[in-house]
T-cell receptor, first 113, second 114 residues
Framework: GEQVEQLPSILRVQEGSSASINCSYE??????FPWYKQEPGENPKLIID?????ERKQIQELIVLLDKKAKRFSLHITDTQPGDSAMYFC????????????FGHGTILRVHP | GPKVLQIPSHQIIDMGQMVTLNCDPV?????FYWYKQILGQQMEFLVN????????KSKLFKDQFSVERPDGSYFTLKIQPTALEDSAVYFC????????????FGPGTRLTVL
């Protein structure tokens, strides 16, 4: 299968705290895992990605972890700010390496001041 | 950064009519994609396209759908005839390479079929 499960669907955190979003995938041949941030009425924008040859990647306050054995990956936003409020989507490439991305259902993140 | 443009931003048509959605991908990108997003849900892959050919399509890419990029101009998604369930936002994306390369998404075309 190619399904990507994403949890939670809604996440409310206090400004300055951390937020974590978890995804799992089915296709063991998936090798590319991007995360997109989408604001209302806007296009999705890539914020960070990780490839299967890595277990951890960090860009400033964004950390992604990949556990290939468990077929899970996660996004952690440290020191959240109100500007981080948006919809976040995880995605996984298919094993056929054709560029097809399967997206999770999305997480609405609300950062409260 | 690199930008993907989509025209029009909104389109309202009657069921059964034909519609063409236009995408201007990033200029040096070679791989193009269409995704469909129903309000509040995730993007779902429709089709990818390279070197004038469809490489892969999903079950959502019905027989009424077609894509082309004539002479390096717009990458288009045509739906003929449209159905009520085609109402959604359609995102075009492009990438330099296959597989593990970043896909840049356009702003989307909101299609409403009445």
């Amino acid at each position: 299968g190619e399904q990507v499960e994403q949890l939670p669907s809604i996440l409310r955190v206090q400004e300055g705290s951390s937020a974590s979003i978890n995804c799992s995938y089915e296709d063991s041949a998936s090798n590319y895992f991007p995360w997109y941030k989408q604001e209302p009425g806007e296009n999705p924008k890539l914020i960070i990605d990780i490839r299967s040859n890595m277990e951890r990647k960090q860009i400033q306050e964004l950390i992604v972890l990949l556990d290939k054995k468990a077929k899970r990956f996660s996004l952690h936003i440290t020191d959240t700010q109100p500007g981080d409020s948006a919809m976040y989507f995880c995605a996984a490439s298919t094993g056929a390496n054709t560029g097809k991305l399967t997206f999770g259902h999305g997480t609405i993140l609300r950062v409260h001041p | 950064g690199p930008k993907v443009l989509q025209i029009p931003s909104h389109q309202i048509i009657d069921m059964g009519q034909m519609v063409t959605l236009n995408c201007d991908p990033v200029s040096n990108h070679l791989y193009f994609y269409w995704y469909k997003q129903i309000l509040g849900q995730q993007m779902e892959f429709l089709v990818n396209f390279y070197n004038g050919k469809v490489m892969e399509k999903s079950k959502l890419f019905k027989d009424q759908f077609s894509v082309e990029r004539p002479d390096g101009s717009y990458f288009t998604l045509k739906i003929q005839p449209t159905a009520l369930e085609d109402s959604a936002v359609y995102f075009c994306a492009s990438s330099m390479d296959w597989g593990e390369d970043e896909q840049y998404f356009g702003p989307g075309t909101r299609l409403t079929v009445l």
